[in-house]
């Protein structure tokens, strides 16, 4: 027998009640049925080749998150060849123009930091429903934390349940131990996604962007975010939920970026800005 689940979650496997019968069906007995079997559904780690969430530009020298390392981003200017440069360095063209050893100059540009606030407040709606955003915002958490990682973008993750927690993004360890973290968690902070905001409001002056990642909109939360543009910090607005909330998402300008998920629609087309909703 093979069970297909569709979200994340716990989950019991079991059948509802043992009938027994005669070949006649004149007579009937009922069972207990065996033990329950309760079934633990790991979240997907989806992987996506560009976030619509950064301002990333085609042109690595003027993008605001490069994805090449800091030590391969090239600049214009050519030196002499020293001793010990890697071949892969030398401008072929320019060292037959010149008639010697020329190599690209490479500069150090360091990274910039990205926060990813996670909204794990109570989801509001009949069953389906909360699975159903509980296990989008778990996933849309892990893909993105996944492209930072690969992308080598330094970055920390802020969630709160009952307790506030802030887990840098650095190796591959940390993603494990969120992965980890994120199979079992659960929707039972206390705070909301602008009050997590609005603890994190000092730290933002060290970060470049902020991607909070929400089921809610509120009054707070935009006035939490605009209160961040003026730390000039790049903010973007995931929501996951239902068109109930249209005329909340369009209260944004457009120095905010807002990307809109809704129950039905596969996260990454809307992660990649390909076939989602961008406001």
């Not at 509802?16 to 069906?25: N, T, Y």
């Not at 494990?176 to 973290?181: P, Q, R, V």
């Not at 009054?219 to 543009?229: P, S, T, V, W």
């Amino acid at each position: 027998t093979f069970i297909h689940c569709l979200y994340r979650g716990s989950y019991q496997v079991g059948i509802d009640q043992v009938l027994i019968s005669d070949f006649l069906g004149l007579f009937r007995m009922k069972r207990k049925p065996p033990a329950v079997l309760n079934i633990q559904v790991l979240p997907r780690v989806l992987r996506i080749e560009r976030l619509a969430a950064l301002p990333t530009d085609e042109d690595v020298k003027r993008s605001a998150f490069s994805l090449l390392p800091a030590h391969d981003q090239p600049d214009s200017d050519l030196r002499r060849y020293s001793e010990g440069d890697s071949l892969k360095l030398v401008h072929w063209k320019a060292t037959a123009r010149q008639q010697e050893l020329l190599v690209r100059r490479y500069t150090e540009t360091p990274k910039n930091e990205v926060l990813l606030l996670i909204d794990l407040s109570e989801v509001q709606g009949d069953a389906l429903t909360r699975i159903i955003v509980e296990d989008k915002i778990v996933e849309c958490a892990l893909a993105i934390a996944d492209y930072l990682l690969r992308n080598r973008i330094p970055s920390e993750v802020f969630y709160t349940s009952k307790t506030g927690h802030c887990a840098p993004l650095r190796h591959r360890g940390d993603f494990d131990a969120l992965y980890s973290k994120f199979s079992t968690i659960s929707f039972d902070s206390p705070a909301s996604v602008s009050e997590l905001l609005n603890h994190e409001i000092k730290l933002l002056t060290t970060k470049d962007h902020c991607i909070i990642v929400t089921h809610t909109l509120s009054d707070e939360l935009f006035q939490k975010c605009y209160q961040a543009l003026e730390l000039d910090v790049g903010i973007c607005v995931i929501y996951i939920g239902n068109d109930a909330n249209e005329e909340r998402l369009h209260r944004f300008d457009n120095r905010i970026t807002v990307l809109r998920i809704l129950k039905e629609q596969e996260i990454t087309d809307v992660l990649e800005a390909g076939r989602g909703e961008r406001l």
